[in-house]
C-alpha cells in the first residue's frame, strides 16, 4: 500500500474532500405496453401483472430471477 513521503496540510486535506461531488443517477427511458417507464441503467426489471404485482425480474429480455 502506498504511503505519502509528507503529511498533507490541514487546508489541502480539507480542499481535496470539498471538491469531490457526488454524480447523478443516470435513467434510462424505455417504452413498456405504450406506457414510459424510468429505469436504472445496469439493474433487473421486475415484470409485473395486471394487478401490479411482481411476478418475477428480467434483464435484457430474460428472466433472471423470481419474485
Known amino acids: 500500500m502506498p504511503v505519502p513521503k509528507r503529511r498533507l496540510s490541514r487546508s489541502n486535506t480539507r480542499h ?3 471538491a469531490w461531488v457526488a ?4 435513467l434510462v427511458k424505455t417504452v413498456v405496453n405504450g406506457k414510459t417507464v424510468y429505469s436504472l441503467p445496469h439493474r433487473a426489471r421486475a415484470v409485473e401483472d395486471s ?3 411482481v411476478q418475477f425480474y428480467e434483464y ?7 419474485a
Open 60 to 66: 435484457k429480455g430474460r428472466k433472471v430471477a423470481d
Open 51 to 53: 394487478n401490479g404485482d
Open 23 to 26: 454524480n447523478n443517477t443516470q
Open 16 to 18: 481535496r474532500r470539498s
